[in-house]
């Protein structure tokens, strides 16, 4: 298949373009680098199936030739409001990239008759009320909320993708992707893998923020491609959950990126600058997965932990 693919420096878009260009596919890559790397995708030069345009997906887009499947995974995702690459500094490219940018790559859907998959997320359930969270719960978000710029594009870029579906007929897919890890996330981006794992190569204490009882479900990045991948490959139009079933709290996790690391540095507690809208519970119901896709995750996290630490010691120098 022809495949344009947004976001394509990006953490997850740059691991995709790995594992299509792997199965044999050729790749249009598109990122504008506000978020994304030169460095995850400098591999790729001179692979004659990969194809680079630096561009905004926001403004018009245009690319020759046939198209079999775009994938829209260009948008800043980080909500750590100190980032500069976080959505909370980028709030307009934020919002334009879930909203303009998904409606210029369907418009390249329909014309060219592609699978289009949009890159939704956990936050679209906002902080949840419900536990897990199956694809039917519709979600608890504040429109004026402090993380609205990202949950509010992502859901319009959802109800979106389903008016070109039901519309005009684009064979559309969502994916909701809930938290993932793993080499070439941005160090910098204040998430709390990168911020703990960099603080426990580094031998300081972890930043848990609040009193740690918040939880969160970590997907290895591997099995979360593997995910997208067969959701790409299926013709489910309804949107699917993919991430790690197994839930457990910051501070469970802090510790166990101590333990695994072998990092003395211990814990340490900071206030919660996020204010109250971090979310308290987050876990995949993953059902439709395993029944529509056949698919759960392999990795579990000391594994996937594991196969992260040299990138990471990579990029601190000290590897
Ligand atoms: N977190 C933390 N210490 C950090 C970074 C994050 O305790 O140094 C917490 C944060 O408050 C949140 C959770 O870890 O409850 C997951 O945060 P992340 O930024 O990874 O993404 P989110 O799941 O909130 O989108």
Known sequence: MRILLTGAAGFLGSHLCDRLLAEGHEIIGMDNFITGSPDNIAHLAGNEKFQFIKRDVSNYIFV???VDAIL????PASPNPQSKSGYFNLPIQTMKAGALGTHN??????????RFILASTSEI???PEIHPQAETYPGNVDPVGERAVYDEAKRFAESLTMAYHRFHGVNTGIVRIFN???PRMDLEDGRALPNLLKQALLGQPLTVYGNGSQTR???YVDDLVDGIVKLMYSGEHMPVNIGNPVEMTILEFAEAINRISGNKGGIAYMENARSARDPQRRQPDIARAKTILGWEPQVGLEEGVR???PFFKQK???A
């Open 316 to 318: 601190l120098g000290l």
């Open 64 to 66: 020759p030739g046939k």
């Open 180 to 182: 993932t890890y793993g």
């Open 72 to 75: 829209h995974f260009a948008s």
């Open 125 to 127: 359930y906002g902080d």
């Open 307 to 309: 196969r992260t630490i």
């Open 105 to 114: 790559c369907l418009g390249i859907a329909r014309r060219e008759g592609s």
């Open 217 to 219: 479900s970590f997907c």
